[in-house]
């Protein structure tokens, strides 16, 4: 089987272990395959890729998208992120509570992030690759965040914060609180 699923805290989230095949000329690793994902009740239609780069102490995140939501499958193609997410389902007995999980080219690890959880990662190596498919295509109009420094939801990340950046969007973003009175946060 191409995949593990590794225990997590949280009800919803799967780091998934591939099997991965080195040898003297470096490594194959499957790193997305329907069936064996539908396995472990990953049955998204994943219909976007997309890949980002970032340098030490980049933080981006706490991202989701209302309406329907996005599942995203995440993994880290080039150095080491410690990736997050944060329970944003309001029946769930973990709302509001976060886990964190690190991604590396070397474990080449890789988080299923279901509808109803908010995403974000911190860059703990000299420069991260961190390629992602999404369920549902990007929109600025369901796009939103809650900030990643929420002392309610108190995401411990691993960068000084000295050394931390991050974009004036994420630095702006609400509280958990504040998103759910805003009567944006849907009911997943």
Known sequence: MPFEVLPSRLDGPKLL???????????FCETYRENQLAEHGIDDAFVQDNHSRSSYGVIRGMHFQIGA??????RCGRGTIVDVVVDLRRSSSTYGEW??????????????????????????????????KQSAYYS??????????DPAVGIDWPIPQADRVFSERDADAMTLEQFAASGELPDW
């Open 17 to 27: 272990q591939p099997t991965v095949f080195p040898d003297e000329r470096g490594f």
């Open 140 to 149: 600025a109009d369901v796009e939103r965040g809650i900030s990643f420094l």
């Open 99 to 132: 886990e964190a999980f690190e991604l590396s080219d070397e474990t080449m690890r890789a988080l299923y992030v279901p509808v109803g959880f908010g995403h974000g990662f911190a860059v703990t190596s000299e420069i991260a690759d961190v390629l992602y």
């Open 69 to 74: 939501g996005c599942g995203k499958l995440v």
